[in-house]
């Protein structure tokens, strides 16, 4: 899985470098699909998504909230 990793993250380089993107919106960008991607995952249920991502549960809504993160779908599940 390493090696399948850092592969894939040396295309996201090429990619970022090839179109002049910044590194912090870049960032932000894989951040924010994490998050998304983890909340989906688990239902939108933030305790689990954060034990799944390896952060502490506050840390996780702070990251929503500084991304823009959808909370709507997150309400209405619950």
Same mark, same amino acid.
């Given at each position: 899985? @390493? #090696? !399948?990793?850092?592969?894939?993250?040396?295309?996201?380089? #090429?990619?970022? $470098?090839? #179109?002049?993107?910044?590194?912090? /919106?870049?960032?932000?960008?894989?951040?924010?699909?994490?998050? @998304?991607?983890?909340?989906?995952?688990?239902?939108? #249920?933030?305790?689990?998504?954060?034990?799944?991502?390896?952060?502490?549960? !506050?840390?996780?809504?702070?990251? $929503?909230?500084?991304?823009?993160?959808? /909370?709507? @779908? $997150?309400?209405?599940?619950?």
């Amino acid at each position: 899985m @390493e #090696n !399948n990793l850092k592969g894939k993250l040396k295309e996201i380089a #090429n990619f970022v $470098i090839q #179109n002049h993107l910044s590194l912090k /919106d870049i960032m932000d960008e894989m951040e924010k699909t994490v998050i @998304e991607t983890a909340l989906k995952k688990t239902k939108y #249920n933030k305790v689990k998504a954060s034990k799944l991502l390896n952060v502490h549960r !506050n840390t996780l809504r702070l990251k $929503i909230k500084k991304l823009g993160i959808n /909370d709507e @779908e $997150i309400i209405e599940i619950k």
